[in-house]
């Protein structure tokens, strides 16, 4: 899961932004974005997951169970049934002899 920085910008009360306010705002704008990859779910593993507290609609990869989940409110949810693969496998085959005449 992203999360944005804590900033702590000076309050502008004026109708119009003074430049050093203005530059701070930028700057933590700029290392915030740079923090955050929509492209990617976030990974996570069970305890991992269990240990934190994510928002309704949230969206995870669970290494545990190899699986994308979303958070209900409530619990999360498989997105989809998760396949095992099989790693070190091997198959022989033969075809039997043919004769044409």
Known sequence: ????????????????????????????????????DVAVSPVFTQAERDSLKFASGAIIFNTTDRVHQAFDGTRFRNLY?????????????????VTVS
């Not at 910008?9 to 974005?33: F, G, K, M, T």
């Not at 049934?81 to 002899?97: E, K, N, R, W, Y």
């Open 1 to 36: 899961m992203s999360f944005l920085l804590p900033t702590n910008l000076p309050l502008s009360l004026d109708d119009e932004v003074r430049s050093d306010v203005y530059n701070q705002l930028v700057r933590v704008l700029e290392l915030n974005l740079g923090r955050i």
């Open 81 to 97: 049934d998760p396949t095992a693969f099989l790693i070190g496998q091997s198959m022989t085959a033969s075809v039997g002899s």
